[in-house]
């Protein structure tokens, strides 16, 4: 994991770790970071614990996102920062059954944060889908797909 060598501890939580485990082992060992299996509804992480929280376009992949903003807030320590990237406005599938929009962000988890940055953008058709951040040309017209990408405090 290049981008967190200088993290003390990592640690990596999926529903599927245990999985991630058995069929993939060499990479596994090789990510220098512990993997525990988890749910939106328990994080087996201590309150407070946590200085940094990743998210990559992840958030959309669970069954309930009050109860994952819930964990994420609960295991932060207070002045921890939290990186995230949203899907905005993708339709429901059996394996992202959460709907994004900005409004249900803001309310479960970005409310109870200071944000230090906010960048949104339409969805664009290109090779290149990052290409606006990149570009600086950032424009959303509400109610499109879109692409977030916020870091926040919690506070």
Same mark, same amino acid.
């Given at each position: 994991?290049?981008?967190?060598? &200088?993290? *003390?501890?990592?640690?990596?939580?999926?529903?599927?770790? #245990?999985? !991630?485990?058995? &069929?993939?082992?060499?990479?596994?060992?090789?990510?220098?970071?512990?993997?525990?299996?988890?749910?939106?509804? &328990?994080?087996?992480?201590?309150?407070?614990?946590?200085?940094?929280?990743?998210?990559?376009?992840?958030? #959309?992949?669970?069954?309930?996102?009050?109860?994952?903003?819930?964990?994420?807030?609960?295991?932060? @320590? @207070?002045?921890?920062?939290?990186?995230? &990237?949203?899907?905005?406005?993708?339709? *429901?599938?059996?394996?992202?059954?959460?709907?994004?929009?900005?409004?249900?962000?803001?309310?479960?988890?970005?409310?109870?944060? @200071?944000?230090?940055? !906010?960048?949104?953008?339409?969805?664009?058709?290109?090779?290149?889908?990052?290409?606006?951040?990149?570009?600086?040309?950032?424009?959303?017209? *509400?109610?499109?797909?879109?692409?977030?990408?916020?870091?926040?405090? *919690?506070?």
């Amino acid at each position: 994991m290049v981008w967190a060598n &200088s993290a *003390k501890l990592r640690i990596g939580i999926d529903i599927l770790a #245990d999985r !991630y485990v058995d &069929s993939f082992r060499e990479d596994i060992f090789s990510h220098n970071m512990i993997y525990a299996k988890s749910t939106e509804r &328990s994080i087996p992480i201590p309150d407070g614990l946590v200085d940094v929280v990743y998210s990559l376009n992840a958030i #959309d992949h669970v069954n309930s996102l009050s109860a994952m903003c819930d964990e994420i807030l609960r295991i932060m @320590k @207070k002045g921890g920062i939290l990186y995230c &990237s949203f899907n905005l406005e993708e339709p *429901k599938s059996v394996t992202e059954p959460q709907v994004l929009t900005e409004e249900f962000i803001k309310e479960k988890l970005l409310d109870r944060m @200071k944000i230090q940055s !906010y960048r949104i953008t339409n969805q664009v058709e290109s090779d290149e889908l990052f290409s606006p951040f990149y570009n600086n040309d950032l424009h959303y017209d *509400k109610g499109a797909k879109g692409f977030l990408w916020m870091k926040a405090e *919690k506070i």
